[in-house]
């Protein structure tokens, strides 16, 4: 069965971003993949909790997510 045409959401944005009740979009620190032995268990705390996006970036993300009903 074929798609109806019409927009899409972008997955590879999806995956890496969630937006919140009123709009703006969290992401993940960057460094928490590997090498962890060697951060001190601050900084790895800190690494845990999610980042909200800088407001420059905010549009284009929120445009590859049509569907998240908020914003």
């Known amino acids: 069965m074929r798609r109806p045409k019409g927009i ?3 997955k ?4 890496r971003f969630k937006l919140t ?5 969290v992401r993940a620190h960057a460094g928490r993949r590997h090498l ?3 951060k001190n268990a601050k900084r790895r ?11 420059t970036d905010q549009y284009r993300i929120t445009q590859n997510l049509p569907f998240s009903h908020r914003g």
């Open 8 to 10: 899409k959401t972008r």
């Open 12 to 15: 590879a944005v999806a995956k």
């Open 21 to 25: 009740g009123t709009g703006k979009a």
């Open 36 to 38: 962890l032995g060697s």
């Open 45 to 55: 705390r800190r690494l845990r909790e999610a980042a909200v996006v800088d407001a």
